[in-house]
């Protein structure tokens, strides 16, 4: 065997954040490019500490980089464990096999349940490059997925990460087709189905294109990262619990196909069945609600399309042994008033604690929810859900029971208020007809939110309400004059975000 | 209007080459980030000096950059003429709105020839990122276009760019649906053509994944970086030219597929269609033949694909009422017996001289494509073509036609030798069976070709010929001892590049 120079090199940190893309940064004229014939842009496999994963290459043309040094992007020096001066190890990458699955389904083949499951695989230890996973969810996108390939899509999802277990055989969750600003039903159902007795070990994600995700809310009001153990803890002793989801390495594959789908802004039924039910079974649930809000503006648009996501939601939750009822609700404006983190807890707390001005839209939409989460007890009858639900709420179980919670996951806070507010008042008077549920969210997240857990828009006025000249329509909260400003300038150039018409 | 902090860096050359993607660095904590609320992977826009692009925001975390500094990838500061230094405005893309065309097209719906040249105009303008590229490529593959899809395609992609005009009805051309290594017949075919004085403007690419392309191995006899007006200086003089078509700017559009189609490794008949006929169309071409060599290790691997090709390739000509021919020969093994610039630049020159010891293969190739153009030609009859492209090369007139269109070109070159060679002889006797096309050309790539001009592999025995243990297969052509180490090292691992079967 001849020997050729080793393909080794001594990493420097660069401080690169690409978020989740692994790339490799290496001198041009290194050892490593010239004999292995690396070219810019190439996919190359890098090794350390007996960790290896797939990076793309760029190029260093200058004195960033000293001869036999290369860099990483921060997530391929996290993932690697890697530290300054360590050595890595570099090579082709091997042939990613179930590309050639990938390229089948182009022309039209549908895919076996192996091949699903090598694709998952492959895109999960970042074999694929971005490149590689949107033309996979292109090539599944328009009803181009079966039945069946949904179902093996969905399994390939649970089986890419870990699975929690219970030791139950009723476990409840919900799930909200997003898109309803404010719709922050979660906290008040996981603390009606608790105190009736259901176990409902809720996992909830962080915002990622909204100005406030379920994890965000209830951070206001009590810690939310627990990793699996202590959440294990909390369910134990209290039933249910309301975490961010992020911490346990549950359907992995669905955070790097949401990742491209948001690039894409695409979104399939097939891709969005696996999505959501591959991280409810991975989260041991046993019977799912899952809410469709309905409406020009929410994610989903039509009648039409709800019954058609319906129906697939429940043959793949049948098919992989799990309950799916489907919920459809009217999407057509924010749900209770406040927009953001603080807001948000504002108000489902005053749902919780029965209050007369509490808003009661997100209260009878908490009810329905968890009445019908409460149907799947065989100890409540079909019908009967949503009166016990309310007995739950109106005698305060469901309140006591949530400071509980709260208290379990670490400890109960109050909730914030912004230093900086602007009110916004109507131009004219008349009868509030529309409020476009994507700006209004807009200006919440110009205004701070999520990020600024006390930013975001209160509004004052729902849809049908008659208003005055000068009343005000909203408050922008902010939590420095500068992001406050900005929301603003924002507004200045919008028409009509709530639109006003003459009676 | 309320004051914004005003979105300008300062720029600093960082020195990253990422091909051809643009990419912005800025700080996680710079006031633009803050102010716009830009995320990590945010897709940005960059203006300065009146030009503006769109890029990719990756975040330093450390002290890589000042406050108030920001960096770009190579590809994208010289495409905004930057210096180090200047300020550069950042702001929000606007809306890409072809993208909802693209997604229709996702969704089975028939793209109108004007939201064709949307979508096209728009990746020309670098408003897809790689991701959205990606994903219009899949939803166009499979059989997915229509005739008038690719039709009004192929328009978009000519559009996109410049049209060369040469002021004349009869401008022919060539091009072969890629795959077979050594395959080099364009010089050949130029110096027939335009020796019988038929106006060949040919434009060539230089290699991709190949160890050489035609503009490559031309470049070792002759220089081919020529801008439009230097082309037009010599097809003047002499008929025809033939250059790198990278300095003149037609199809831009079809670079920017071709990265990420390689990326894909796909190949659909639309995309190769509209790939093909656009890039000649653009530079002039009236009349068009088109090379498909099938074979199983080539490009086009069945008689089957290759018809279904040619009629695509046909009607579509014929609709941009441009002429296309299509002509099938042997892709079964490497053409000639060079791969690597100068081996190749060796083997036409000794057709073109009409010496012995010239490869006939190369020389029979080069005869029929040559005749099948000149019946381009009204004064030339079909079925005369080939006898009388024989007799210009015999005679010697295309040889002359070659001398002088080299030196018309800036001056005509010897053929240089490569330093470093290691012959491979056959570890048995036997009946040479097979050429594997795609490994042997690897070999010649891990050489050093095609960026050393003299690396490359040297073809002893065709397939077909009988062989003695010990008798030389091939020889491999190096620069540097380590490069041909690095080729042999790779053999080493390989088995049966060269097929050898017991007779």
Redo the contacts between chains.
Sequence with gaps: ?????KPILKLR???????K?AVI?MR?DCHVC??E?F???ARVRVSLNGKALTATL???????LEAGEAGL??HAWEKLGAKEGDEIYISHLPPVHS?SHM?SK???HALEADQMDSIINDIVAGNY???????F???C???RLSGEEIVSLTHAMVDSGDRLDWGKDLVVDKHCVGGLPGNRTTPIVVAIVSAFGLTMPKTSSRAITSPAGTADTVEVLAPVNLDVPAMRKVVETEGGCIVWGGAASLSPADDVLIR?EK????DSEGQLVASVLSKKIAAGSSHVLIDVPVGLTAKVRSMEMAEILARYLEQTGAALGVGVRVHTSDGSQPVGRGIGPALEARDLLSVLKNENAAPQDLRERALDLAGHILEFSPDVKNGQGRTLATEILDDGKAWVKFQSICEAQGGMRDVPKAPYTHVVAADRGGLVADIDNRRIARVA??AGAPADKVAGVDLHTPVGANIEKDQPLFTVHAESP?EL??A??YL?EQDDIIKIEEV
Tied chains: 1, 2.
């Design positions: 065997m001849i020997d050729r120079p940190r660069l401080g690169i954040d690409t978020y893309e940064y041009k010239r004999a014939g070219e810019v842009q760029n190029m260093i043309r200058n004195g960033m992007s921060e590309l390229r182009i022309y039209g490059s971005d490149i590689h996973i949107s033309s969810l292109t090539a996108a328009g009803g491209v690039a894409l802004d695409l997240k110009l500068g400003d900005y603003l300038g200045e």
